[in-house]
Every structure is written in structure tokens, then in C-alpha cells.
């Protein structure tokens, strides 16, 4: 693991935020609030970035980093945050994370402050630098159809997927994240799909699914513990094949995840690798971060070792080097 001090109160450390101004209803009353507590905190003025439908903010970073940011701090939803983390991996440059969405799954990860501002600036201003694994997964179909993205927290094909793309707006913005498990119920009937897993040492798992997923780290909205072992730094992937039929099964799983229990249940099949090959019998929807990518056959996935800096609270590191 590698980390150093933040430069809290330092003249010389210059901010830049990705805002997605979607996601507020007045956003330069949070610009100012923002700005309050980095006064308070003895740092300088930071220079904003607005994402737009074309760009939700990759250009953005590009253009902060070429204007000289020394730290980036997405303002959005997962999928800013994802932008953001794909421009600044392989630089040195920290990423820090300001809530702005209904997720914030990565900020969970890292004991970030996800529901309180002010505390999530001070997080930043007081805090050190770590470097985390990310992900890259490439998703096509034998129509020639492909697309490679950069993750932080996990992607997968299946139920997940349909239930993130299908989450009204609307409720996700009024009662939050327990509108995507509202979602999810209706989901539970769809029909699943052969697959075939493939990684480097093993056999291939082959089984009837329901949902497949690659993770990252393991912690997911309400606190589930959806892959126990997941680590941000270890330079291995989790991978998780769900294969529950009927409400019997479901509840079998629910009640493995409630009990975060490391070994399964036989309807849920875990393996651990730095790379996976995945591949479905029909054509299902895929998603990153929890945002629906289109319909494929095939799933690619790779662990890009400790390849994004991340502005953590000293506490968290203070624990994970406790732990070790």
C-alpha cells in the first residue's frame, strides 16, 4: 500500500471539481457552501468543471489537469466519479470524493463521508493519499458490438444490470437507494442464462445464472457486504455467479448475504482472479458502477493494479495499516 500526507492547509495544493450540476437544484449555492469549508480549512479557491450529456467528465478532468490541478474531487453521482477516476488512473494525481448522488458506492468502500458535505471536504482537506486497484472490462457480442470502460466498483450482466436501467428517476431521487432494491424485486421473474466463467489456474464454471459480477470491493448501499474478501489493493478481482430460482432461493442468498458468510451458499458461486472471461448463452444487459452499458454475449475483465491515487480519511488508513 502507498500513501502520503495530504498537503491540507498547503498554498500550494490547487482543486479542481467536477461538478454534475444535475444532480443539485441550486449549484452555486453549493459551490459557495463548498467554498465556505475550504476557507475554513486554510485552502485557496477551487476552479470548477460543470459536466455536460456529452461529457460527464472525462473532458472536464483533462482540462483541469492540463490547467494544473494537483487534486481532482468529483461532485456527482458514480458515473462522474467514474469519468473522473478514468482520466486520473496511471497519473498521481488524487481523486477525491464529494457525495453527490444516490450510491457514492466507492466513497462507502473507502469511509468516505457520502451523506454530509462538510465532513467529506474536511475528509479531504485533513486527509492522505492511497492507491487503489481499478478495473477494465470489455463487453461485446458476436454482432460486433464492444465497448471497454475503466471501474471502481464492480460490473456485471444479468438482473443487476436490468434493475439498475429500469430504477425510476423519479424515486431514486425522492426515497434514494432503496429504490433500485424496489426494482430489483420485479426483476426476480426475468429468466436467467447459461454461463461459462473463465480465469487463469482454474476450471471453467459452467451453470444456469441469473446475474454475474465482477467486483472491486465489496460493500453495496444499505450496508451489504456482497463480497467479503474484496480488497482495493490486493491486485485480484471477486467474482460472483447468482444462480437462485424461485422465492426459496432467493431468500437462501439474501440470508448468506445478511450473515456475510465467506463460503456461499450452493446457489452462489464465488471465485477470486486477476482476470475473467465471461460468457453468456443470450445477450444480457451490462453494467458498470451501475450504469447500463447495452446488451452482450461476452465479458472481459482485468485488474489494473493499484492504478488510482484516492484522497481517504487519515482514520481509514490509520485502520487498514492497523489490520495488516
Same mark, same amino acid.
Given at each position: 500500500?502507498?500513501?502520503?500526507?495530504? +498537503?491540507?492547509?498547503?498554498? +500550494?495544493?490547487?482543486?479542481?471539481?467536477?461538478?454534475?450540476?444535475?444532480?443539485?437544484?441550486?449549484?452555486?449555492?453549493?459551490?459557495?457552501?463548498?467554498?465556505?469549508?475550504?476557507?475554513?480549512?486554510?485552502?485557496?479557491?477551487?476552479?470548477?468543471?460543470?459536466?455536460?450529456?456529452?461529457?460527464?467528465?472525462?473532458?472536464?478532468?483533462?482540462?483541469?489537469?492540463?490547467?494544473?490541478?494537483?487534486?481532482?474531487?468529483?461532485?456527482?453521482?458514480?458515473?462522474?466519479?467514474?469519468?473522473?477516476?478514468?482520466?486520473?488512473?496511471?497519473?498521481?494525481?488524487?481523486?477525491?470524493?464529494?457525495?453527490?448522488?444516490?450510491?457514492?458506492?466507492?466513497?462507502?468502500?473507502?469511509?468516505?463521508?457520502?451523506?454530509?458535505?462538510?465532513?467529506?471536504?474536511?475528509?479531504?482537506?485533513?486527509?492522505?493519499?492511497?492507491?487503489?486497484?481499478?478495473?477494465?472490462?470489455?463487453?461485446?457480442?458476436?454482432?460486433?458490438?464492444?465497448?471497454?470502460?475503466?471501474?471502481?466498483?464492480?460490473?456485471?450482466?444479468?438482473?443487476?444490470?436490468?434493475?439498475?436501467?429500469?430504477?425510476?428517476?423519479?424515486?431514486?431521487?425522492?426515497?434514494?437507494?432503496?429504490?433500485?432494491?424496489?426494482?430489483?424485486?420485479?426483476?426476480?421473474?426475468?429468466?436467467?442464462?447459461?454461463?461459462?466463467?473463465?480465469?487463469?489456474?482454474?476450471?471453467?464454471?459452467?451453470?444456469?445464472?441469473? +446475474?454475474?459480477?465482477?467486483?472491486?470491493?465489496?460493500?453495496?448501499?444499505?450496508?451489504?457486504?456482497?463480497?467479503?474478501?474484496? +480488497?482495493?489493493?490486493?491486485?485480484?478481482?471477486?467474482?460472483?455467479?447468482?444462480?437462485?430460482?424461485?422465492?426459496?432461493?432467493?431468500?437462501?442468498?439474501?440470508?448468506?448475504?445478511?450473515?456475510?458468510?465467506?463460503?456461499?451458499?450452493?446457489?452462489?458461486?464465488?471465485?477470486?482472479?486477476?482476470?475473467?472471461?465471461?460468457?453468456?448463452?443470450?445477450?444480457?444487459?451490462?453494467?458498470?458502477?451501475?450504469?447500463?452499458?447495452?446488451?452482450?454475449?461476452?465479458?472481459?475483465?482485468?485488474?489494473?493494479?493499484?492504478?488510482?491515487?484516492?484522497?481517504?480519511?487519515?482514520?481509514?488508513?490509520?485502520?487498514?495499516?492497523?489490520?495488516?
Amino acid at each position: 500500500m502507498d500513501s502520503s500526507e495530504s +498537503s491540507r492547509g498547503s498554498e +500550494s495544493a490547487r482543486l479542481a471539481v467536477v461538478i454534475n450540476p444535475s444532480k443539485f437544484d441550486d449549484v452555486e449555492a453549493v459551490k459557495s457552501e463548498i467554498q465556505g469549508y475550504l476557507e475554513a480549512g486554510g485552502w485557496s479557491a477551487a476552479a470548477w468543471y460543470e459536466t455536460t450529456e456529452e461529457d460527464p467528465g472525462e473532458g472536464q478532468a483533462r482540462q483541469a489537469l492540463d490547467e494544473g490541478a494537483t487534486i481532482v474531487a468529483s461532485l456527482g453521482g458514480d458515473g462522474t466519479v467514474r469519468a473522473v477516476a478514468s482520466v486520473l488512473a496511471g497519473t498521481d494525481i488524487p481523486l477525491a470524493l464529494l457525495p453527490g448522488g444516490t450510491g457514492n458506492l466507492l466513497a462507502r468502500n473507502l469511509d468516505v463521508p457520502y451523506d454530509d458535505l462538510q465532513l467529506a471536504v474536511e475528509a479531504m482537506i485533513s486527509g492522505v493519499d492511497r492507491r487503489i486497484d481499478t478495473g477494465i472490462v470489455r463487453f461485446s457480442s458476436h454482432t460486433g458490438a464492444s465497448t471497454e470502460n475503466r471501474f471502481l466498483v464492480m460490473a456485471g450482466m444479468g438482473i443487476d444490470a436490468d434493475a439498475m436501467a429500469n430504477t425510476n428517476e423519479s424515486l431514486k431521487a425522492r426515497i434514494g437507494w432503496p429504490a433500485y432494491a424496489i426494482t430489483g424485486l420485479k426483476e426476480l421473474v426475468k429468466a436467467g442464462f447459461r454461463v461459462c466463467v473463465d480465469t487463469p489456474h482454474e476450471i471453467s464454471l459452467i451453470q444456469y445464472a441469473r +446475474s454475474v459480477l465482477i467486483g472491486n470491493c465489496g460493500t453495496l448501499t444499505g450496508g451489504i457486504r456482497l463480497m467479503p474478501e474484496a +480488497s482495493l489493493d490486493d491486485g485480484v478481482l471477486d467474482g460472483l455467479v447468482v444462480s437462485p430460482y424461485g422465492l426459496v432461493g432467493w431468500t437462501a442468498l439474501v440470508g448468506d448475504f445478511v450473515t456475510r458468510s465467506r463460503h456461499g451458499h450452493r446457489l452462489l458461486a464465488r471465485r477470486r482472479a486477476s482476470e475473467f472471461v465471461v460468457r453468456l448463452s443470450d445477450p444480457n444487459l451490462g453494467e458498470i458502477d451501475g450504469d447500463p452499458v447495452g446488451r452482450f454475449e461476452r465479458m472481459e475483465v482485468r485488474c489494473d493494479p493499484q492504478s488510482l491515487t484516492v484522497r481517504v480519511p487519515a482514520q481509514f488508513e490509520e485502520k487498514e495499516t492497523g489490520d495488516e
